[in-house]
């Protein structure tokens, strides 16, 4: 009592036993064509087969313009058949449900078979030729080279279908399923209803002049079920492209408008020539493949896939909710572009460079993907292209070899490195709240980065040729590699993070100007501290110093200067000899478990100032202003050091 329906596309079913149809049932066939369980569904029952219910045709791939008057098609073969169809009788005459065409239904005693094929009203079928010469199209010609409301076109066989100069309209249904259309000096087709393409051909503009053009409206629906089809005319798309089997791929260029869709498990392939877009559009389906896209539009929903091709001069918008898959090894190219991702990038495995200039930029409001490990560079040159990530976005890095930016990066979101490096090389900026983290590394790199309020990190590197300036806040852990502070900001140090000053390859960390302040943990474990022009250290918390290597003022001008305040520990662990010859201020605590930590740039001592420790804390030279009480258990006054100030000395 459901439905019966033999094949999806044509097919066979067979039923060992009998077949009983019940008064509800519906016995639906679709018809490609005149062959038996290849172009047309049919059963075959062992049994007996007893009929009632509905009998239901329907025309597939324009299979009215294949089948022909004499042809006798056997939708049924039984050992015998009883009953009948409730809503034809044999006999009678049946029609498509799309009323393409209609035929005379025959039941015996063993078979159901149909016979007489006639086409149906507003029903055309153009076999090649010229549009406009009677004997081309059957059974006669379109008038005003328009299909109706409700009218069918098969373009058939495998000839050149010509309509030179020729504006075709179409407002009901054309099926091509086979020939090269071939027009030219602004000939047209006005596709404002459906096109089911099953065709192996191409749309050209054989006849030259101005280019000829195919016109997807708005209510238009253009769908590929089979075959290559390639338009070399300009593809014009307001309406749906739905691609659910064979290629289908554009080299005219074209325009992609407002409200357009590409749908279908297939692929539209843009290969060729420029799109311009303009407004929103969906895909599940569309491929870059070669084209340029230019315009100002919008990704409202769906997958775009870019393989090769470019998106320069474009103001391109990836909403919530889409993605744009970067998955070929050709350039991802955006010259003088605005990209803006609030969905979702994903820059695949194997994926060529981003590559833009000319004051491009990219910025991301959502999830960026990067699986791809290549290069984001100014390859167009001009002003500097930039990647900027957004407080909601998120760079996320998943492949083990680096990824290199060779533009400046902004983040205020978060950056999470899971493998490899992210290698920054064109400087950038770092805002409050940004966030770096995962089990790889972030590397500032080369050029400045400027850092304004608290940021966090697991794992951010200054390291290369780089700079870090601005007023900032370190949340987390920063590791100070061969880069440098040399500016005249603050970087503050917060009660719970830590800032390691790890090996360079030039031996330093410089802070020229700059001023540290250290409420957390300060690890030095190699390379010198050097600074000048009133650059200082402010020690609240802890610095471990495991360097036995020297603080100094290499820079000149004003000396640099270290306090270690009240609250502040010095502590010293490693063996060999640690020299500061800037001034050393101390009022909280010295601790040297280990080697010597020698003092030739004077300063002061504070009450409550401690020198502690199995090793020893020598005042080598200069001039040291104590005061008050301060205790010790290893400080040794020696060299040519002066101790002066009124004080007691505890220990």
Do not use: C
Not at 29 to 35: L, V, Y
Not at 515 to 520: A, C, E, K, V, Y
Request: glycine share 18%; no cysteine; charged share 5%.
């Amino acid at each position: 009592n459901g439905i019966v329906a033999p094949g999806n596309s044509a097919g066979l079913l067979n039923i060992a036993g009998d077949l009983i149809l019940g008064s509800s049932a519906t016995s639906q066939f679709e018809i490609g064509g005149p062959t038996r369980a290849t172009q047309y569904d049919a059963i075959d029952v062992t049994g007996a087969a007893t009929l009632a219910g509905a009998l239901q045709l329907s025309f597939i791939n324009g299979g009215y313009a294949l089948v022909q008057n004499s042809d006798t098609l056997t939708l049924m073969n039984a050992a015998s058949i009883t009953g009948a169809f409730g809503s034809i009788a044999s006999g009678n005459r049946l029609a498509a449900t799309d009323g393409t065409g209609s035929f005379l239904v025959n039941v015996n005693g063993t078979t159901v078979t149909l016979t007489q094929f006639l086409l149906g009203a507003n029903t055309f079928i153009w076999t090649g030729g010229n549009l406009n010469t009677p004997t081309n199209i059957a059974p006669s010609l379109l008038t005003s080279n328009t299909v109706p409301v409700g009218g069918h076109l098969a373009i058939s066989t495998a000839a050149d279908h010509d309509f030179n100069g020729t504006a075709v309209v179409n407002n009901g249904t054309i099926d091509w399923i086979g020939g090269n259309l071939r027009s030219g000096n602004s000939g047209s087709i006005m596709n404002s209803g459906v096109l089911n393409d099953s065709a192996t051909a191409v749309f050209n503009n054989a006849f030259g002049g101005t280019a000829a053009s195919f016109n997807n409206a708005a209510t238009g629906s253009y769908h590929k079920s089979a075959g290559t089809t390639t338009f070399v005319v300009p593809f014009i798309n307001s309406g749906n492209v739905d691609v659910t089997g064979g290629v289908l791929q554009f080299s005219g260029g074209g325009t992609i408008n407002d409200g357009a869709s590409y749908t279908g498990a297939g692929q539209a392939t843009l290969v060729g020539g420029t799109f311009a877009e303009n407004g929103s559009f969906t895909s599940t389906s569309l491929v870059v493949g070669g084209a340029t896209l230019t315009g100002t539009y919008t990704l409202g929903g769906g997958t775009l896939t870019f393989s090769s091709g470019t998106l320069n001069g474009s103001v391109f918008t990836i909403a919530s909710g889409a993605t744009v898959m970067h998955g070929g090894p050709a350039n991802f190219d955006f010259n003088g572009s605005t990209l803006v991702n609030q969905g979702t990038f994903n820059w695949g495995v194997g994926a060529g460079p981003l590559r833009s200039g000319n004051s491009g930029t990219f910025t991301n409001q959502g999830l960026f993907l990067d699986a791809a490990s290549g290069q984001v560079n100014n390859a167009y040159g001009g002003t500097s292209s930039q990647f900027i990530n957004a407080p909601s976005g998120t760079y996320s890095k998943t492949t083990a070899s680096p990824t290199t930016f060779a533009v400046p990066f902004t983040t205020s979101g978060t950056v999470t490195v899971a493998a490899g490096s992210l290698v920054l090389d064109g400087g950038g900026t770092i805002n409050a709240g940004a966030t770096f983290n995962g089990a790889g590394q972030t590397v500032l790199d080369s050029g400045t980065f400027s850092a304004n309020g608290l940021f966090n990190s697991a794992n951010l590197l200054l390291g290369g040729a780089a700079t870090r300036a601005g007023n900032s806040t370190l949340g987390g852990d920063f590791k100070w590699g061969s880069g440098n502070f040399n500016t005249g900001d603050t970087t503050t140090i917060p009660l719970g993070s830590t800032l390691e000053a790890l090996a360079t390859g030039t031996g330093f960390h410089d802070f020229n100007s700059h001023t540290f302040i250290n409420d957390g943990t300060f690890n030095w474990t190699e390379g010198d501290l050097r600074s000048g022009n009133s650059g200082s250290f402010v020690n609240n918390a802890n610095f471990t110093d495991a360097a036995s290597a020297s603080i100094n003022n290499a820079y000149g001008g004003t000396a640099a200067s270290f306090t270690n305040s009240a609250s502040g520990t010095y502590n010293k662990i490693a063996p060999g000899t640690t020299t500061i010859s800037i001034p050393f201020n101390n009022s909280g605590t010295v601790s040297v478990s280990n080697g010597t930590l020698a003092f030739t740039g004077g300063g002061t001592i504070g009450a409550g100032a401690s020198y502690v420790g199995v090793g020893q804390t020598l005042l080598s030279t200069g001039t040291y202003v104590a005061s008050g009480l301060f205790d010790s258990s290893n400080l040794v006054l020696g060299g040519n050091a002066m101790l002066a100030g009124r004080t007691s000395l505890g220990g």
